[in-house]
């Protein structure tokens, strides 16, 4: 059993997600690996002292840099605000660590393929925490996929709607702010659907957007609050919003599907709404992450008095089964999808193969991401890859 | 009670829905006016003296030019294939005589504007049977717009989703030439969906869009088969297909809303999976037509711990719930729907009203279906209005 | 195409579904039978006279006794409060015509025996209407059984929640009380879960019941109200309530399968909530009525890795599927419930088969009731079948 | 910030769960105690130190008194079949130590009584691990019903299906023995529908009750199997089973509701549908633990026009939303809701107040198995309370 050491970098939800994940996996899959929880960094000696203890962490510090310069660090995981991850990602492949960094990997595709060539030069492994991918049903849509259960694929409906800041009195955390998000609903969930679909469909070749801010401005935080947070502000000072509040595209995919895809974080009564639909010449699939338990699958080789779709609930005999609970509907929340990642990015290091998705993956997503951005603004469409990458 | 006297062309599965809601409407609703099923012309003497029988006409006809000479018939009801709509309603309206017609209204705004200008100048009363918008459940959607319960409307999202033609070797009807149909998905239910944003939001003012043809040729009808029908055949020759099979398109409303929408016949699992939803600034609306009994809404105003879409189902106290079934969940199926809609035109004709939706809106969806061509073709966004009209 | 004269006692909601299916059945079906709407009976002259304006009738009479002496009527249609139904039922025998009567049969066995006699020894033909077993998707759910698709059924589970009553203000109509209704939520609901046990399973063999009155006063409605309407009353007087308003019962089969079935209406939120699961040696089943266009169906012999509930539409590759609409989910409600309920009806008449469910099953469903009534007083197991019938 | 030291009985997919709740519970919640995976039992010292190194315990053995003597260790977990709960957690109590215990807590009500006198005269803190209302759509369940936000209760009605075992060649594990597990379906899942109902309603004072044994035999697992696990057995040769597949009940409430409940294993297509729905006078409340991020609630109080049933994903707003996920939809599964027990468990023993439930509740849901049992031997109700403890 191979004992590698974590530095994390960040102490917030994300923090306390990959800290569980990093506890649990062990538990429920054999990697030959155990993670030692060894340091952690947030913006405060005070907020970092405070998530050590609670997340476990042997050590902490107010210094990120701290962690890429501690030799015992085998790992790095970055859990951070968006518009930090270029910096310190290529910091930690220089100095020759594994990353995990959360999504989406950077605020542009110039960060990202920057961020790509570091850690490929440097020869580690990355992972990039689109972690949706890896819910068992999900992963079993690709295994049916793969097989040829629906045929080849027509088309691909995306969607990942929220209500957490429809009010417009919500604060305006960093998640609304261009120089710290890089985009909107775009970059925080927009990106997880864009990775579904070239995870399960193929990449996107092109895009046809619209994006909206429907809240031009929100009050401010507090300058104490802790940035990685969203307090609630009782501030009556407003400042400017310059991300997008919505994102709707058209696509076209390199092997010939078409779809749509929509990002929206003003869709009341939708939570983490994350559904996708895809159609085949001999079938369909539909998967809604707040109901993840289940996949629905229509074949169409069944008979005509007895075609429908129909819900899989996933359990021992569905991709992680062998680790998972016994029993389907025992539940898959989000601790159970976290593991799952974590599960494979351990395996990765493993087998030495490449994690997925990797910064490859991710880079790729802030490609398409910014072909989604230059197409709302030019109101054309727009190839995702620059003719050099392709 | 006023009696007035219908002459129906065209004998197939549509002309059995408007006569049963013909027969029915009068059961539920109080319009003052009885319907008498006085004549039905079909291609032959043969198919239109079996629908009489069937659907309780008085007499039949194989010249659908004997239903608009006939002085005694003041309603025409048209349930052809599109390409027949133009003649068909413009000499009626030229009769004299009120007009139901099938959707799409025509198989482009050139002929659809002729047809508005027909009845306009006749003075008749006109109808295009876009008759999801009758649903209970869409009507109280409408309300609770109308009331500003949901707040001004910041998205629309809408599918039609059928899989009748995911096989393709299902036949070549007329629903898949452009000669006879105009457009496929697009025309078919595509309109449907237009219909309901712009009764529910506003009218689209600008669209972007892609249509796809996924069979290229279908399997030829035996040239002796019932034009109006969609019998099977046996038939190995094949012949092309010209319209789409799906469609999908962007959306900005009038009104500054935004949104998408989607129809495609090649969706494996779905039937009449005519959805919509929006999200307006203090709430959200679900409709399923497939559960059509239901309306979901989400308040924003419910506290926090309170808040999600509630499951309304229509009954007493909600439209159209003074004629219908006193108890919710007793059943709202196709025959209800269309008898909504017969009695919405009866009431248009006793208090003398224009009716909802007339041809003007019939001629606004094929200006938005027209755009939708147009945009596919060209890849850019179009508006939907030319200038002289808007 | 043979023509029968109906004459139909009642004049309330039922009175028009049954009139709706009179003329819509031969719309979508082809039994041979047109009916005529003859001669219509209500409790005054003037709601008969409003009934048959509206209904459709040629003729109207406040005396019942009218329609079983007019020598022209062929069918008697009984849609009157459940203690009348005894009388007509074997006045309309004794004259020799056929007849559809609502459901409960009667109030007790000690009736629908009397009924079931008279009308054997008539020779007449005779159906109770507990229609739900009409729907396309329970007829679906009989078929699979009847193939085996199932095995061998083990276990039943039934409910009918309402919740129209669950205030206790709602008026004191006859529904409320032993003397003009037999039972309450066991006799006007309940029953049609037992009917589709019947149907579905096997014979009741043994019960072993609860019942409970919650509101145990009402407020009377005006004398002068219609005994066969449901007008809400000013009134602050109460009376008496002497049914049940929810009952439970554990059930045991002929064929050994086993179950329970509850009927309520008093379950804020459910409406029309007519459900079963029926478990089997190699699958499942479940309906609800209120998304009743579904029958959900589970098979065991689908491999490990996509067995799951299957949601299937009914159509035209369903039972019924040849003469409704052609596409599933364009909407099964309850027109077409009542629609099947009169196709089978003439189907009988024509074919001069019994009738399903004849005066026999309504009795079958009697016996059973009492036996529940019996149970409940008791707390004891209680045998459906009196040993002479056995 | 205190920690405690736990010995473990039982390595199987118990352990792993609550050993991952050990560890995660601290991350999410804060009760001022760490536990320390101190050592773990199990049947061999193989399975042992597999368990041991799998679920992060310093240190294991085969001897389960080993655990009970070990003076460092605090709290003892049990985990193991359900004949040995009550030698274990005896003999944990007189050694002083702090106790979970997995449900049922014994085969019946004369080994939980027993168990619950000696917790109580050790004064030790017990716990008895029914975890399903500990998810917080049930607890948000409970909370509308304190705050009389449904009032008086009227019904409840739960069930709780699997289909593991519908196979009758699934193997014969301890589950099917009444000399291992008491009983079968009715302890193994029937009695977290009874821990709900006493949780959300009253105490279940009377039982009428129906069990069936649907598979007569099974094949015999191989001696050398882990006595824990269901390990499927190539071995043609059957053992009998003797404990019920298949239990429905009636229920009758202290506090004047009624209801029924039902457990079976024989549910093709269900796998974990633990549901209840109780009606109150004000409202209904409606749960389904395979989605189990959602609360159904319909509140009486609605308009007309408004009324239903309203789908609550759990979350800040909810209980125990201060220590889980930020957003609804994020996902509960079998982890968190293990956490929440977990978190419930520490901060009793920090706030030294009893654990819910405890011996008390487990104890008193043995005496319902008990009367079930009885009255489906003795065909009558029966009372759930001996005089005595009454």
């Given at each position: 059993m191979k004992k590698l050491k974590v530095g994390m970098i960040?102490?917030?939800?994300?923090?306390?997600?990959?800290?569980?994940?990093m506890t649990a996996a062990p538990m429920f899959f054999d990697d030959g690996i155990i993670l030692e929880k060894y340091k952690i960094a947030d913006v405060s000696m005070e907020s970092a002292k405070a998530a050590a203890r609670k997340l476990?962490?042997?050590?902490?510090?107010?210094s990120w840099q701290e962690i890429i310069e501690d030799k015992e660090i085998d790992i790095v995981d970055i859990v951070t605000p968006n518009h930090l991850h270029e910096e310190m990602a290529i910091a930690a492949a220089e100095a020759g660590k594994h990353i995990i960094c959360e999504k989406p990997l950077g605020r542009n595709s110039e960060e990202t393929?920057?961020?790509?060539?570091?850690?490929?030069?440097?020869?580690?492994?990355h992972q990039v925490a689109f972690n949706y991918r890896k819910t068992p049903?999900?992963?079993?849509?690709?295994k049916y996929i793969e097989d040829g259960e629906i045929g080849r694929i027509l088309s691909f409906r995306g969607t990942y709607l929220q209500d957490w800041s429809a009010n417009p009195d919500s604060p305006l955390s960093w998640r609304f702010q261009e120089s710290s998000a890089g985009s909107g609903a775009l970059g925080d969930i927009g990106t997880h659907v864009i990775d579904l679909a070239h995870y399960l469909v193929a990449d996107i070749e092109q895009v046809m957007a619209m994006t909206k801010t429907w809240a031009k401005e929100r009050p401010i935080q507090d300058v104490g609050a802790d940035s990685l947070g969203n307090i609630k502000s009782d501030s009556c000072k407003k400042g400017p919003v310059d991300v997008?509040?919505?994102?709707?595209?058209?696509?076209?995919?390199?092997?010939?599907?078409?779809g749509n895809l929509e990002a929206t974080r003003n869709a009341w009564g939708r939570h983490n709404y994350l559904t996708f639909e895809i159609h085949g010449e001999k079938g369909s699939l539909?998967?809604?992450?707040?109901?993840?338990?289940?996949?629905?699958?229509?074949?169409?080789?069944?008979?005509d008095d007895r075609r429908g779709y129909k819900t899989i609930y996933t359990g021992a005999a569905h991709p992680y089964g062998d680790g998972l609970w016994p029993i389907p509907g025992l539940g898959i929340g989000y601790s159970e999808v976290k593991m799952v990642e974590m599960h494979d990015f351990l395996h990765s290091l493993q087998q030495d193969t490449s994690c997925q998705p990797s910064f490859l993956e991710g880079h790729r997503i802030s490609e398409v991401s910014d072909a989604i951005l230059r197409s709302a603004a030019n109101n054309q469409w727009e190839t995702t890859k620059s003719l050099t990458m392709k």
């Open positions: 960040g102490g917030g939800f994300m923090a306390k997600a990959h800290s569980l994940a476990g962490f042997a050590s902490y510090t107010d393929r920057r961020m790509l060539s570091a850690v490929e030069k440097a020869g580690v492994k049903a999900v992963a079993l849509a690709k997008d509040d919505q994102m709707i595209t058209l696509l076209r995919f390199e092997n010939g599907a078409i539909y998967f809604n992450y707040e109901r993840r338990d289940e996949l629905q699958v229509c074949f169409s080789e069944d008979p």
